[in-house]
């Protein structure tokens, strides 16, 4: 179990020193941030502001990822950004082989906080006495019934 953990922990380390260098990028580096971005996102909205939500993402992804809650959720998110990032980059090949183990440790990381399901089989309950419906008073309600109707 503790080996479980510690591996989890060195993947979200992982995950989150390349989301770290995003954010950093769009403080120091914003024209290389906003060229990784789709031509249509970026005609649209300034450098400027660009940068800082490409490094509040990344921000607010590292929290979740080290909040502990809905970890699924938060290994999914981080998965599907990586592959969103992948597909609009994708005439770029040296940032596609950068982005390829990003992308495994962060499936590696869903496929484990995959909810489990845990199916219990149901089993037959047997009465400790025979119910008999024909005798009368099989039942112990049937018999304190008799005696506060006399």
Known sequence: MLRNSVINILLKVGLSISLLYAALASV???SLV???WPFFVSNQ???GTLSLFTGL????LIAWLFSGKKKFAATVTVTVAITLTALLNILSVSFLFSLAPLFFIALGLSIRYYPRVR???ETMVT???PINPLHEGSLPDEKEENNFAQ
């Open 34 to 36: 906003v060229s990784r």
């Open 127 to 129: 009465p400790l006495h």
């Open 57 to 60: 993402i990344c921000l607010v």
């Open 28 to 30: 120091f580096a914003p």
């Open 119 to 121: 199916i219990v089989s």
């Open 45 to 47: 909205i300034s450098e």
